[in-house]
């Protein structure tokens, strides 16, 4: 079992830049591959990026790709998401989730066995 805490939300304008974190409890971090997803009101959660277990390996939402980067830190049991160049449609609730498979990077939610509660992003146009 794993408890995930989102912080780093806010208001920023656009253009501008906003880290987000992720604290886990639990003494198995390090095995599990982590995401971020998020969701806008109306509209289905979606991926937008994640983290192999060892931090290797990376994926992102097309989305996102070149602005957004995920890294992790085992040590400190956290995982990040930099965001830059934010757009307002970046605009939504931020969720990191942990996946305990240890398989291949996946961008279905459904997969994903423990979540944060949440943190609003709001980027002002």
């Known amino acids: 079992q794993v408890q995930l805490v989102e912080s780093g939300g806010g208001l920023v304008q656009a253009g501008g830049s906003m880290r987000l974190s992720c604290a886990a409890s639990?003494?198995?971090?390090?095995?599990?591959?982590m995401g971020w997803f998020r969701q806008a009101p109306g509209k289905e959660r979606e991926f937008v990026a994640a983290?192999?277990?060892?931090?290797?390996?990376?994926r992102y939402a097309d989305s996102v790709k070149g602005r957004f980067t995920i890294s992790r830190d085992n040590a400190k049991s956290t995982v990040y998401l930099q965001m830059n160049s934010l757009k307002a449609e970046d605009t939504a609730v931020y969720y990191c989730?942990?996946?305990?498979?240890?398989?291949?990077?996946?961008?279905?939610?459904?997969?994903?066995?423990?979540w944060g509660q949440g943190t609003q992003v709001t980027v002002s146009s």
């Open positions: 989730a942990a996946d305990k498979s240890m398989l291949a990077l996946r961008n279905i939610s459904g997969v994903y066995d423990y």
């Open positions: 639990g003494r198995t971090f390090s095995m599990y591959n």
């Open positions: 983290i192999f277990w060892r931090g290797a390996n990376t």
